[in-house]
């Protein structure tokens, strides 16, 4: 009987380029706007790594991504929405 195997990319060396936003908007509004943004390519980056159920993404592995590709860690808040967006894919 084979085993499987995973297969996993390598992560990018570095993030994708950012597009400024539009003026006027409330501070609030940029803030989640980036959030969502930062926790979306985590997710990704974890997802490219094998990590597919959010029980297996303790905030302490969504850090060390994010150290891997090169965006600043991630506050508790946007660990969630890494989890709860990884919870969406299944």
């Known amino acids: ?25 409330p501070r609030e509004r940029y803030e989640s706007h980036n959030r969502r943004l930062k926790a979306m ?13 959010p029980e297996q993404a303790h905030n302490r592995t969504i850090r060390s991504t994010a150290a891997e590709i090169g965006v600043h860690a ?6 969630r929405m890494v ?3 990884l919870y969406d894919h299944c």
């Open 74 to 79: 991630p506050s508790d808040t946007t660990c």
């Open 1 to 25: 009987m084979a085993a499987a195997t995973l297969m996993t990319k390598s992560l990018p060396a570095h993030p994708l380029p950012k597009k400024p936003l539009p003026a006027g908007w």
């Open 83 to 85: 989890r709860a967006l």
């Open 41 to 53: 390519r985590l997710a990704i980056a974890l997802l490219d790594t094998g990590v597919y159920r």
